[in-house]
């Protein structure tokens, strides 16, 4: 789908932000590799609809009510069987968050190859213009606040020098007996999301705030596997 039809639809439909599975639709757009993804409005859909998808999957729950899945216990990984599929939904529809919220369904993708995850999103200053930014994930982000800044739009040189910048960096080349990510791949999603003819330049006006998290890096390419857009 061309990317400002996604965008569109979701100003149709008067959100303040894209669905999960939009939000992939649009980075995939962006040439970004996300998880071959379907979402189903209920387990009764789940038989027809997972033909092509690889197990093992994740299951989502898709409400624009919950922001955070995982706090509110919506998202079971490693998920085996189309029995297990609908086992996961029944189980996360009763969860006190998930069933106090307006449910729009329920997202079942394939799983992402193990990998370093890492955040990387985009934000308007209202001085500066588009901002791109770059982490490592998890506590790097949310504890130690080790992320890297830059105005778009950004150059490949930009793109490597906001890598080098991280206090992490050393986990990326593999310290302490981690493989070793693709450097090249991280880049590859900066550009696409920061550069010149990147998302964040070409839809000034319609997207405020990025969030891909997390992108899961391997030491051979990068897939994202959570996108969250919010619009202006
Ligand atoms: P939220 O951020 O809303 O809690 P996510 O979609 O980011 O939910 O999922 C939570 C975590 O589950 C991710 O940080 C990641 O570790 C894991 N995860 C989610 N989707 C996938 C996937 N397709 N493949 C592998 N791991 C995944
Ligand atoms: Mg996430």
């Known amino acids: 789908m061309e990317p400002n039809a996604i965008i569109d639809a979701a100003r149709k439909q008067h959100r ?20 071959k993804t379907i979402v189903v409005r209920s387990s009764a859909e789940v038989d027809g609809a997972l033909q092509g998808l690889t197990f093992p999957v994740v299951v ?3 409400s624009s009510q919950i922001l955070h899945k995982s706090d509110a216990g919506g998202v079971r990984v490693d998920v085996k069987t189309p029995d297990q599929v609908r086992e996961a939904i029944r189980m996360m529809s009763v969860l006190p968050k998930i069933a106090s919220a307006r449910v729009e369904g329920w997202l079942i993708e394939e799983m992402a190859p193990a990998g370093q995850e890492i955040v990387i999103g985009g934000l308007r200053d209202p001085d500066f213009g588009p ?7 998890g506590i790097f982000v949310e504890v130690l606040a080790d ?5 778009c739009p950004i150059t490949r040189l930009d793109a490597e020098e906001m890598i080098d910048d991280l206090k992490g960096a050393a986990i ?4 302490r007996g981690r493989k070793p990510v693709s450097r090249d791949a991280i880049i590859d999603v900066l550009l696409k999301i ?6 964040m330049m070409n839809h000034a006006e319609q997207i405020k705030e ?7 890096v391997s030491d051979t390419g990068a897939i994202a596997v959570d996108a969250r857009f919010i619009l202006t």
Do not use: C, H, Q
């Not at 303040?16 to 998880?35: F, I, M, R, T």
């Not at 920061?194 to 998302?199: K, V």
């Not at 990025?210 to 899961?216: G, V």
């Open 16 to 35: 303040a932000a894209l669905d999960e599975s939009s939000g992939k639709a649009l980075l995939a757009s962006y040439g970004v590799a996300v998880p």
């Open 60 to 62: 989502k729950v898709v």
């Open 131 to 137: 901002l791109v930014m770059v982490g490592l994930g």
């Open 147 to 151: 992320v890297s800044f830059r105005i």
């Open 172 to 175: 990326l080349r593999g310290a």
């Open 194 to 199: 920061g550069g010149d003819d990147g998302l």
């Open 210 to 216: 990025a969030d891909i998290n997390p992108l899961i």
